[in-house]
């Protein structure tokens, strides 16, 4: 197979795995809100039980542990779900500052210096660079700028923090605007961390508009090292656009047209004490490369491998802690030719190349293969490295998946077998219930709780029919408050110089047809204000329903059901009620659904007294003009308020009373008077028995809604934990 065909092959064979993590993770995910809700139905029965047998088992769940795996679990497959379903195979070249990076990546692309900076001095990369072939022939980036938020917190704060400067500042402005603190601590190391924040205060001027500005933005090929780069290329410090930049993304077209789903990524030369830079550099290793090709260039005279060598090789496999990276990273040892700058330095490639074993054998310093190259040589580049690489990936990239996945795989097992234990706890703590309950105690409650309940209903439902024929006081207070309303409004009426003006604009152009708009107007604007007494009745309604809360939360202690009143209550307690008890659910599902509207019970008369407000009623005299309309639409409105308040106070205000009275007949009809209701509240209230009478019950009794829930909670979290791998 060409190189093309062996990248295809190896990203083919990634998608299973990628599908079958998709199925993982939904478990998973699943699993986490079970486990949650478990959690926080233990928390509930730990505050309601009061056996200390009981108690102290529902204390032994231990579920922090293990949400903090679940976590832990699902932020690893994220990385492994990416990582498979990626359409290309990502190369990461890692290596300290000067050793040749920029070269070898820009042998690989085709780039020059001008987009992969390269130079002999100080740290001339500032920023992470993934480069993709693109068949477009135009070379271009897209740049991801940090938000002002998240430079503060990933950028300047742990400045503050690693070198003990004191408070952080609460907003970019706060770090631009005040001095920078002080520096307390010693040591060159501190001092060196110390002036890379200098550089980020000093120079804020130059990149703080990038802050705000679109990201990503999109940019030409020559203005890409401006944003990537820390020096030009006569190697000045000119740029510090690059302080405010997260990412950038270069598309272009790769010489070699078989690598075209490969990826490259540059990773700042490491070394330069910039705090936070080796955090960022294993978060990108972890989810976005594939393979590492590590770069030293030995100097001419002697070289050796040094700790810094070690600590990068080590920060780089610290980064997959269940895939060495011994398993997938080659050294490459940069040969330079006499005619270069750095003169021939093929021998101490050759002495280093031998001296590894040595050191590996000591430090476990050890990589898949080594290889000696010149990196800016791109024949070299192609034959000794990329094809190497690609032909170690082909043979080994499956295998080194499966062990990636099976590592992980190997976690999850571990957390499936500690939830089984805690929810072996779950179950246990059933087993200090006492299975055998007195049903002569639950008889005697029931008993004393019906003559409540039968006492109770009857008193209000006679107080009730005592006041049917009364005036409600809320819908009365709501129809006076209404007709006040109208009485007062003045603002209803046109003034003279109105009515003038609307005579005028009217196609009719006279004062009777005037006048005739305007009655309508006012017709249509009362009837608007008669639509607020809906909320008299409704307030009425609610009030009985309150009532009759009261009687079964208080007298007849339902309150462990529901702390709610009124229409929520009685709909909690509709919920709860089995489908089986039929009339019960009835009854309270009747008394839950009542409403009083104005629409339905009162609009349809007072429509029959805004009729008064009609043209002929009150005819303008002949001649009439602004002051006679406004006189006659006074006099038309003041004797409709008239009719429609007499109708309401001769009618309507005692139908909310009336309609009590019916209701709650209804109700008690239902929940008290019919065949089997005194049944049906027993077989309702049984389950529930722990929940109203707590200090008699325990809570986990045998068929008390608490156990079954529970249960229920431990068998579905049971039933996800085993599939989590399936």
Not at 353 to 379: G, H, M, Q, R
Not at 512 to 521: A, K, L
């Amino acid at each position: 197979m060409n190189k093309s065909q062996k990248i295809q092959e190896i990203i083919a064979l990634r998608q299973p795995l990628a599908e079958s993590l998709k199925k993982v993770e939904d478990n998973l995910n699943h699993l986490q809100i079970t486990w949650h809700n478990l959690e926080d139905y233990r928390n509930q029965l730990q505050a309601k039980t009061q056996d200390d047998k009981v108690l102290g088992k529902l204390q032994e769940i231990n579920f922090s542990d293990s949400k903090t795996k679940i976590l832990e679990s699902l932020e690893k497959l994220s990385k492994l779900f990416k990582r498979f379903e990626r359409q290309t195979l990502n190369i990461g070249v890692v290596g300290r500052a000067g050793q040749g990076k920029s070269r070898l990546l820009q042998s690989l692309t085709g780039l020059s210096s001008e987009e992969i900076p390269d130079g002999d001095r100080q740290h001339c990369t500032g920023v992470r660079s993934s480069i993709h072939h693109t068949h477009d022939q135009e070379t271009k980036a897209k740049v991801y700028f940090y938000r002002e938020q998240s430079f503060l917190h990933e950028i300047i704060n742990p400045y503050y923090t690693a070198l003990d400067l004191g408070q952080h500042p609460i907003s970019i402005q706060d770090f631009a605007n005040n001095p920078l603190p002080t520096l307390r601590l010693e040591g060159a190391e501190n001092q060196a961390k110390y002036e890379h924040l200098k550089d980020y205060y000093t120079h804020f001027d130059k990149y703080s508009d990038l802050l705000r500005c679109p990201s990503p933005l999109d940019i030409s090929q020559d203005k890409i090292r401006q944003y990537v780069a820390q020096d030009d290329k006569n190697g000045e410090r000119v740029y510090f656009n690059y302080l405010a930049v997260k990412e950038v993304k270069i598309t272009c077209q790769f010489p070699n047209k078989e690598v075209e789903q490969i990826a490259v990524v540059d990773m700042p030369g490491l070394g330069n004490t910039g705090i936070g830079d080796e955090a960022r550099m294993i978060k990108t290793l972890a989810e976005e490369i594939d393979f590492v090709l590590f770069v030293k260039m030995p100097h001419t005279l002697r070289d050796y491998w040094a700790d810094v060598d070690v600590k990068l090789y080590d920060t780089v496999n610290a980064s997959l802690e269940d895939l060495p990276v011994k398993l997938w990273s080659f050294m490459v040892l940069n040969k330079t030719d006499k005619d270069s700058k750095q003169g021939d330095n093929f021998t101490n490639c050759q002495d280093l190349l031998k001296s590894i074993i040595n050191v590996s054998k000591e430090k476990t310093f050890i990589f898949s293969d080594y290889i000696i190259a010149n990196c800016a040589n791109p024949e070299e580049v192609n034959e000794k490295i990329l094809e190497k690489t690609l032909d170690y990936l082909s043979q080994n990239i499956s295998q080194l998946d499966q062990k990636y996945v099976t590592a992980f795989y190997d976690e999850l097992a571990d957390l499936q077998s500690t939830i089984k234990g805690e929810l072996q706890k779950a179950k246990e703590t059933l087993n200090k219930v006492d299975s055998v309950e007195s049903e002569s105690t639950f008889d005697e409650l029931f008993d004393n709780f019906w003559d409540n309940l039968t006492n109770d209903l009857t008193d209000l439902l006679e107080d009730l029919r005592e006041k049917r024929n009364d005036q409600d006081d809320y819908f009365k207070e709501q129809v006076e408050k209404v007709f006040q309303e109208c009485q007062k409004d003045e603002t209803i009426f046109p003034s003279l110089e109105q009515i003038r003006k609307r005579k005028n604009s009217i196609i009719q152009g006279d004062y009777p047809s005037t006048y005739g708009t305007y009655i309508n107007e006012i017709r249509t604007g009362l009837s608007r204000r008669f639509l607020n007494l809906d909320d008299g009745l409704k307030k009425s309604i609610e009030e009985l329903k309150i009532e009759i809360t009261n009687v079964l939360t208080n007298q007849c202690n339902l309150k462990g059901l529901s702390m709610d009143k009124g229409s929520k209550f009685l709909q909690e307690i509709t919920d709860l009620i089995p489908d089986s008890c039929t009339t019960l659910k009835e009854g309270f599902t009747v008394m839950g659904n009542f409403e009083l509207s104005y629409r339905g019970l009162i609009q349809y008369h007072i429509r029959e007294n805004l009729d008064n407000l009609r043209q002929d009623n009150s005819p303008l005299p002949k001649g009439g003009k602004e002051q006679d309309v406004l006189d006659n639409l006074q006099e038309l409105y003041k004797e409709t308020i008239y009719l429609c308040k007499n109708a309401l106070d001769n009618n309507f205000l005692r139908i909310p009373s009336q309609a009590a009275f019916a209701i709650v007949e209804e109700f008690v009809d239902l929940v008290l008077r019919s065949k089997d209701a005194q049944r049906q509240w027993r077989k309702f209230l049984l389950p529930y028995r722990a929940d109203i009478w707590s200090d008699t019950f325990q809570i986990l009794g045998d068929n008390t809604r608490l156990r079954q829930q529970w249960t229920q909670l431990i068998e579905e979290t049971e039933n996800i934990n085993s599939s989590l791998l399936k």
